[in-house]
């Protein structure tokens, strides 16, 4: 047990709709990492957030978005779903930057019918 | 620019040792290596950082050759609970910061 939690564990949805994707940190850890992992694409770090402000982006869509709140637990936003967005996703946490050691959250898989 | 991992996969009998390569054609700032086990989330192995700064857990050992721009990761004596995938993503400097993952090598370990 990695001590970040993300919430639920599955999500099926149909195209066109919306989902909120909720991850809770390790205690004490102040920067939370979302990745999205697809048969097609493998492991890809989408956003980064430490301490409520954006602090790094990947390969995120336009048509996601994300934010850390103040008790520091974030939420990952997903629209206008499409078939090839169907993947796991990931949310990490580290104590404050990318060269810390990131513990992973068990996921969140997402299908999209 | 994905970084190349290699080999792709690797069976191993328990005992026996590995390496798994990674490369970029992009100068680094810090390799970081991962396992995964089929349905669960990555778990931290390593990190390696330009100038030499490593932190990790003890068992495992890699390198990284910053001329080369390329780490290794060294798996001793293979158990059966060293069998996943072995993923290593790439930090490039500078003010884009992100992780970049490898394709992943899968490692089987045989009884």
């Known amino acids: 047990d990695s001590g970040v939690t993300q919430t639920p564990k599955h999500l099926i949805t149909a195209t066109g709709q919306r989902v909120t994707l909720r991850c809770s940190p390790r205690s004490g850890d102040l920067s939370v990492y979302w990745y999205q992992q697809s048969l097609d694409q493998g492991l890809q770090f989408l956003i980064q957030y430490y301490n409520g402000e954006e602090r790094a982006k990947g390969n995120i869509l336009e048509r996601f978005s994300a934010q850390q709140f103040p008790d520091l637990h974030s939420e990952l936003n997903l629209s206008s779903l499409e078939l090839g967005d169907s993947a796991l996703y990931f949310c990490a946490s580290s104590v404050e930057s990318m060269t810390d050691t990131q513990y992973f959250g068990p996921g969140t898989r997402l299908t999209v019918l | 620019q994905q970084p190349v991992q290699s080999p792709q996969a690797v069976i191993l009998r328990e005992g026996e040792d590995a390496v798994i390569n990674c490369s970029s054609s992009k100068a680094l700032y810090s390799v970081h290596w991962y396992r995964q086990k089929h349905g669960e989330a990555p778990v931290f192995l390593m990190i390696?950082?330009?100038?030499?700064e490593q932190k990790g857990h003890e068992k495992i050992s890699a390198s990284f050759n910053e001329k080369k721009q390329q780490s290794s990761l060294y798996l001793t004596a293979s158990q059966l609970s060293y069998s996943g995938t072995y993923f290593c993503?790439?930090?490039?400097?500078?003010?884009?910061?992100?992780?970049?993952f490898g394709s992943g090598t899968q490692l089987t370990v045989l009884p």
């Open positions: 993503g790439t930090e490039f400097g500078g003010s884009a910061r992100q992780l970049t």
């Open positions: 390696l950082l330009k100038g030499g």
